[in-house]
């Protein structure tokens, strides 16, 4: 943990509603530093997933304030062509739902290599690494398979397929928006262990966004915890799991069934309103 | 399965079969489609003229290969320019904002409001009535269809994930239409233009029926049938070929249509290929 990659000061998203504009995230503050692995945890709708796209400035609709610094360059102030070269070459994305990200009529490896090929890589060398890549994340017989398509694919291979994408270039940062939310439990476990080992490798830093707390206990360095749009906690995993500050927090952990726990209590639910 | 792919390959045979006999015709025909026998008119189908003679004594076989090159050049060449242009006002209508969307569509409504056949008899009186007339007046009349479709397909398909995981990783805006959005979006557009083979034949078949498309001594397939039905009940032969050689080339177009959109869509291909 040394040099800061990623600073998120104030940043604020809001979007057009019926009658004026609707702000979603209250003021969010965020540390990354290099290689470091961070959750973003809350439940649906308290803006995790538009925190994460604000930083990347994917919602053209989206009015944003604040300040995001990759490096100590302001991302929101950044021209439009500067921060395509960015995406995908500094930062990589891997999406929720892997069937819906994958492009149905082009092949594994064109989209595979395509962060590369929009980038002037030779289309020789961008399949050799492409091919390398995908055999690292445990696809047998990579080279055949590198000319298939998505819907030849079964879920978990394409989430593979989307990490590659997502890594290819080499990033310093990875955003995982829910990577393993349509998967299988199994499939969810192998897919974690491949990020936390290729992140490893590559000095990479993370910022995992879940709701799902099981997770991040195993994934996870430190721990912001949202709600409402805002960030209410922010510590290590250690410190969040044992000695949770916030009101919100301490629900949200209590709420998680347990095998070992009595069946006949229900499971908490976390007040409205509550802050 | 085994039937629909039997079907298809009869299908492309048929369509491979009519554009190759458009080329190499006039030098299979066995007449001179154009030269009145006036002795041998009205003749029923014989050894010597397998498709009989019109009222003119002109050969229907060799009329039906001549006229090939003229109705799908024309067919073609609407439909190219209607694709085109069609793709075009949608695909810039679907991305280009409220403003552009609106003015387009507008467009694309005064150009659906016209019918084909007026605007051409407009186009013959200003033109000359001719071959040429009715392909202009059928482009201008039939892009609107596509610009429609063309929008609606593109909207769907600009906002699916993967377009914007492809924005994601920095993709430029010219390479997500035009190797993200729009190869999945047009995979319904071939179907509709493999239909519409048929139908422009139709209309130009049509047009020359009516006097305002291919004239007179042209081995045009519909304006044979034209000329030709007068002596429907005496000469049913010359209006049965060409109507034959246009519902053949129709039917085929419309399989082969079919078997392109079947070959464009990786997720139904296995197998039917």
């Known amino acids: ?48 997933s538009v925190t994460a796209r604000a930083i990347l400035r994917l919602d053209p609709d989206a009015t944003l304030s604040g300040r995001v610094e990759l490096d100590g360059a302001d991302l929101l102030a950044l021209p439009t062509r500067r921060m395509r ?10 999406f929720q739902d892997p069937l819906a990200a994958l492009n149905p009529v082009m092949t594994i490896g064109w989209q595979i290599t395509q962060p590369l090929v929009i980038r002037g890589v030779p289309k020789k060398i961008a399949r050799r690494r492409g091919v390398d890549l995908l055999a690292r994340l445990g696809v047998r017989d990579a080279e055949r398979r590198f000319d298939d398509y998505p819907h030849q694919f079964s879920g978990g291979m394409r989430q593979r397929v989307v990490i590659a994408i997502a890594v290819i270039a080499e990033p310093d940062l990875l955003i995982a928006d829910e990577p393993t939310t349509a ?4 499939v969810q476990a192998r897919v974690l262990e491949l990020l936390h080992e290729l992140t490893g490798e590559r000095d990479m830093a993370v910022l995992l966004i879940t709701h799902d707390l099981g997770i991040v206990a195993g994934f996870a360095d430190r721990a912001v915890v949202m709600r409402h749009g805002r960030a209410v906690e922010t510590g290590s995993v250690e410190d969040i799991y044992h000695r949770p500050r916030h009101e919100y927090t301490k629900a949200l952990l209590a709420a998680v069934p347990r095998i070992g726990g009595d069946p006949t209590r229900p499971l908490i639910t976390i007040k409205e309103g509550e802050r | 399965m085994t039937r629909i792919m039997a079907i298809d390959r009869i299908a492309l045979a048929v369509a491979v079969l009519v554009v190759t006999l458009a080329v190499v015709g006039p030098f299979l025909a066995p007449h001179d489609p154009y030269a009145v026998d006036l002795a041998n008119a009205l003749h029923g189908p014989s050894a010597a003229h397998w498709f009989g003679t019109d009222v003119n004594g002109r050969d229907v076989l060799s009329r039906i290969l001549y006229g090939a090159q003229v109705t799908l050049p024309a067919t073609v060449i609407v439909i ?9 006002i949608g695909t810039v209508a679907a991305l280009g904002g409220k403003a552009v969307d609106e003015v387009l569509m507008r467009l694309t409504d005064i150009g659906l409001s016209l019918p084909s056949i007026i ?7 200003a033109l000359g009535p001719g071959l040429r007339s009715a392909v202009i007046a059928l482009a201008l009349t039939w892009w609107p269809g596509y610009a429609r479709l063309v929008r609606t397909l593109v909207r769907e398909v600009k ?5 914007d995981a492809a924005r994601m990783l920095g993709v430029s805006r010219a390479r997500l239409v035009f190797r993200h959005i729009l190869p999945n979006a047009l995979n319904s557009l071939y179907v509709q233009t493999t239909l519409d083979v048929s139908a422009v034949m139709l209309v130009i078949s049509g047009l020359s029926f009516v006097g305002v498309g291919a004239q007179v001594p042209s081995a045009e397939w519909g304006a044979m049938i034209a000329a030709a039905a007068n002596n429907l009940t005496n000469g049913w032969w010359a209006v049965a070929f060409p109507g034959l050689a246009i519902l053949l080339t129709a039917v085929a177009f419309n399989l082969v249509g079919d078997w392109l959109r079947v070959r464009n869509d990786p997720t139904i291909r296995e197998g039917v290929r």
């Open chain 1, 1 to 48: 943990m040394t040099s800061t990659l990623l600073a998120v000061r104030d940043l604020r998203a809001s979007y057009p509603g019926p009658s004026g504009p609707v702000e979603v995230v209250h003021g969010v503050d965020l540390d990354l530093a290099r290689g470091e692995k961070l959750a973003l945890v809350g439940e649906s709708g308290s803006g995790k």
């Open chain 1, 85 to 94: 070269a960015i995406r995908g070459a500094r930062v990589g994305l891997v």
């Open chain 1, 183 to 186: 998967l299988d439990v199994r």
């Open chain 2, 80 to 88: 190219a320019a209607a694709t085109l242009l069609g793709t075009l």
């Open chain 2, 119 to 125: 605007l051409a008899l407009g186009l013959a009186a």
């Open chain 2, 159 to 163: 906002d699916a994930e993967y377009v």
